[in-house]
């Protein structure tokens, strides 16, 4: 069974809170409500609009094999069940940084990521 490092309920505050960027692709700023985590996320709204006042869930994990053994690091689309079967977006990454800050008692986590999967559910 897969470990999940992370997961919490967020809602999105604002898209773009900075101005539009990209085309494509918005930021959005959101909270989460069980740690009341603020996050900053670029998400490609063409394939997955989001909008102010929605709910989402954000999980994090180190594999999406359900058994928990380690991926590959690459998408393989097949018939072999997986954690991203739960979701409707998925994003794979690298977590390359994380830094504290005492004063505001404050730990950041900076992760790189790149579409692997979206996925509308019927359901």
């Known amino acids: 069974m897969v470990e999940t490092l992370f997961e919490d309920i967020f809602r999105v505050d604002a898209l773009d809170?900075?101005?539009k960027k990209f085309d494509r692709v918005s930021r959005i700023s959101a909270r989460s409500e069980q740690f009341d985590m603020l996050m900053h996320l670029d998400i490609n709204t063409e394939i997955y609009p989001m909008y102010a006042g929605e709910k989402f869930m954000m999980v994090l994990a180190s594999t999406l094999n359900l058994d928990g053994t380690p991926d590959s690091g690459y998408f393989t689309?097949?018939?072999r069940k997986s954690l991203a079967d739960k979701f409707d977006y998925v994003m794979q990454g690298k977590l390359y940084r994380i830094s504290e800050?005492?004063?505001?008692?404050?730990?950041?986590?900076?992760?790189s990521t790149s579409l692997c999967k979206c996925n509308r559910s019927t359901s």
């Open 17 to 19: 809170p900075d101005g």
């Open 77 to 79: 689309p097949g018939n």
């Open 101 to 111: 800050e005492s004063k505001e008692k404050q730990v950041k986590a900076y992760v």
